[in-house]
């Protein structure tokens, strides 16, 4: 991402790159400063993004963690690293969320949820694993409402987001059940590097 250490250059090439395989221009890809918390942008159908692959438009970029739309072609798209991509559709409209312990402990996943008018399908795609997340008292403190994701210091922040979302009446899930920080081979993670990592993108859109 443009936020991290990684050549501006290399980064928009990268983006170039993932709008040509997604067959999205960089004009139908909407992405946000994300700030760990659980702010929801909503697009309309006449709305444009700032143009995802040009770094002359980070000024226009807003503070979100999560993209909704009804508007078909139009990616949603949220950067992980250790945080999990959320994705929900439904109804005929779609969200995007980046859900880091702090958003899914400020209510992202059911200010999400309570935009659709019927239960939404979820994607819970790759995030950081029980194995590898170990957190303080203060913060298992905010998911005591799920006693069986927590074993001594070690969170399962993916059983978090299931048992969220099942209390708000989602049913139906799909899982890639892949620990982003065991897989080096595979994703990047912010725990297992130390910060200095690149960030995976997770996108959806209605056709």
Known sequence: GLNTADLPAK???????????????????????????ARLRCWELDEHPPRFGSGAERSRIEEADGHLTHAGGLGLLVLVADC??????????????HCGW???????????????DASPVAFVGPGIGRCCF????EVRARFGDVPEA?????????AVIEARLLAVGVRAFEHLDLCTSCRSD????????????GRQAAVAWLD
């Open 102 to 116: 702090r958003g899914v402990a400020a209510g992202i996943l059911e200010r999400a949820a309570q935009e659709f």
């Open 134 to 137: 170990e957190v303080g008292d």
């Open 150 to 158: 927590a074993s001594g210091r070690m969170l399962d922040l993916r």
């Open 11 to 37: 980064v928009l090439a990268n983006r170039a790159l993932l709008c040509s395989e997604l067959g999205l221009a960089d004009q139908r890809i909407a992405a946000a400063h994300q700030v760990h918390g």
């Open 186 to 197: 595979l994703f990047f993670s912010h725990r297992r590097d130390g910060g200095v990592t």
């Open 84 to 97: 999990f991509p959320v994705a929900l559709s439904g109804g005929g409209q779609v969200a995007m969320l």
